[in-house]
């Protein structure tokens, strides 16, 4: 059986929020290491070279290569329990995004973010419709 609707939906959504993820880092980049720079300093750290820059990158390389190991998994082997982890970093995300607007107020280099989270909820609804549960159950034999 080819991909149902919903699974479509759920690779463009998902790979969509990654590389919506991506620009909103490239745009925000200035800010961001400045900030951490900032950060370092008021803890009495003095990062030599580019500590800010290298965290930043490790940190992004690392996020993506786990979002999309999760996707394959889901999209390409088809195997359904690992939506519930997907779900659940989502749910941490959006907990995340919600704590940092309320601690450090809004701003602008955050839409980027918040449409990423936007997109990766669509994304993880598609994977609970009823074509995609067959999908799935289909594979499983059941």
């Known amino acids: 059986m080819t991909k149902p609707a919903s699974i479509k939906k759920f690779d463009y959504l998902y790979i969509g929020s990654v590389l919506v993820g991506l620009v909103g880092l490239i745009v925000g980049w200035d800010g961001l290491i400045a900030q951490m720079n900032a950060e370092f300093a008021a803890q009495g750290l003095a990062p030599e070279g580019n500590f800010a820059t290298t965290t930043v990158i490790t940190g992004f390389v690392i996020g993506t ?41 809004f701003a602008a280099n955050q839409i ?31």
């Open 112 to 142: 980027w973010g918040i449409i990423s989270t936007v997109m990766s909820v669509a994304a993880i609804y598609m994977l609970f419709q009823p074509d995609a549960k067959a999908w799935f159950a289909e594979k499983r034999g059941d």
């Open 65 to 105: 290569a786990i979002s999309l190991a999760l996707w394959f998994v889901i999209s390409v082997l088809r195997i359904e329990f690992v939506k519930w982890i997907l779900l659940l970093f989502t749910v941490w995300g959006v907990f995340s995004l919600v704590v940092g607007i309320a601690t450090t107020g």
